[in-house]
C-alpha cells in the first residue's frame, strides 16, 4: 500500500473521531518528516582546492573526484574551498584535516569555510574536509563515514634538487644570457652571490626563479672572464646545499657555432 492510500485511509478514520483542526494537525505531523528529507533542504557541500601549476596556470580539483591529486614543488600553495550549499537555517562546521603520509593524526586541522596552506616539506599529505550542519535538534554530518567511502586528496611535494652552470654568454642573443640555476626543484631557501676575482660582491639574488645575474655592475657591462659564485640553499626534504664555484662569462660566445669570437 502506497503511502497517499494510506494517508486516506487513516483521515477518513479520523473523520468520524476527531475534530477537524485535530485532524489537521495528526496529518501535519506525519507529513512533517517527508518535508524535512526533500533533497532541496538537506545542507551539502562539493570540497574543492585551487593552485597555480608549474607553468603558471590556475587549476582546479574537485576533492570528491576519484583519486584526486596534486603534484609539485615546494613551496606550493594550495587554497582550499568547502563550498556548501542549502545552508539557510543551519548551522555549519568545517574541519580541514592535513594528515602525513604513514601517519594516523593530522599535524594541521583548521576550522574556516575556507582556507590556505603553503607545503614547504617533500612527501604526501591527504586532506579531507568534515562537514557538520545543526539546525534545532536536527544534524546532517558528513565526516568518517563520508570519507570512508572516497579517496583523500593528496598533494605530493617533489624532493630537492639544484644545479649551477659553469658559464654563460650575455651577448644578447637571448641564450644562456643570464647566469642562473641550471636544475632545480623544492627550494625553501636559496641565495646566491656574485664576486670578481678581487672578491667585491657584483650581484646577489634570493629567488632561483629570479632573473639572476645578467653579468653587469651597476649597469655596465663587465669584463669578459672569470668570476665567482656562492651559493647556499635548503631544500623542501631538508637537504642543503652550498657551492662555491668559478663562473666562465663568455661575452663573446656564439651558442649556434660553439665558438668564442676575438
Same mark, same amino acid.
Given at each position: ?7 486516506? !485511509? ?30 532541496? *533542504? ?20 574537485? !576533492?570528491?573526484? *576519484? ?9 606550493? !600553495? ?14 555549519? @562546521?568545517?574541519?580541514?584535516?592535513? &594528515? ?6 593530522? $599535524? ?42 572516497? &579517496? ?20 644578447? *642573443? ?9 636544475? $632545480? ?24 626563479? #629570479?632573473?639572476?645575474?645578467?653579468? &653587469? ?20 626534504? #631538508?637537504?642543503? @646545499? ?10 663573446? $660566445? ?9
Amino acid at each position: 500500500m502506497c503511502l497517499s492510500t494510506f494517508l486516506l !485511509i487513516f483521515v477518513c478514520y479520523l473523520l468520524g473521531k476527531m475534530k477537524i483542526n485535530r485532524i489537521l494537525l495528526v496529518i501535519s505531523l506525519i507529513l512533517a518528516p517527508t518535508f524535512m528529507l526533500a533533497d532541496d *533542504d538537506i545542507p551539502t557541500f562539493h570540497p574543492s582546492a585551487v593552485y597555480i601549476d608549474k607553468d603558471g596556470d590556475e587549476q582546479v580539483v574537485d !576533492i570528491l573526484e *576519484d583519486a584526486p591529486a596534486i603534484s609539485g614543488n615546494a613551496p606550493l !600553495i594550495v587554497s582550499f574551498y568547502a563550498n556548501p550549499e542549502n545552508t539557510v537555517g543551519w548551522h555549519p @562546521y568545517f574541519e580541514w584535516r592535513f &594528515t602525513k603520509e604513514k601517519e594516523t593524526e593530522p $599535524y594541521i586541522i583548521r576550522y574556516d569555510e575556507d582556507t590556505e596552506v603553503t607545503f614547504t616539506k617533500a612527501g604526501t599529505t591527504s586532506i579531507v574536509c568534515h562537514a557538520i550542519f545543526t539546525q534545532n535538534n536536527d544534524t546532517i554530518a558528513y565526516t568518517q563515514e563520508f570519507w570512508a567511502e572516497r &579517496t583523500p586528496l593528496s598533494v605530493t611535494i617533489s624532493e630537492s634538487k639544484l644545479e649551477m652552470p659553469n658559464a654563460f654568454s650575455p651577448n644578447g *642573443d637571448q641564450r644562456n644570457d643570464t647566469y642562473c640555476p641550471k636544475t $632545480y626543484q623544492s627550494l625553501v631557501k636559496f641565495k646566491a652571490t656574485i664576486y670578481n676575482r678581487w672578491g667585491q660582491k657584483l650581484y646577489e639574488w634570493t629567488d632561483p626563479a #629570479g632573473d639572476g645575474w645578467d653579468g &653587469t655592475f651597476h649597469g655596465k657591462d663587465v669584463a669578459q672572464g672569470v668570476y665567482f659564485c656562492d651559493v647556499t640553499a635548503e631544500g623542501s626534504d #631538508g637537504i642543503k @646545499y652550498h657551492f662555491r664555484k668559478d663562473v666562465n662569462l663568455l661575452r663573446g $660566445y656564439n651558442e649556434d657555432r660553439s665558438t668564442v669570437n676575438q
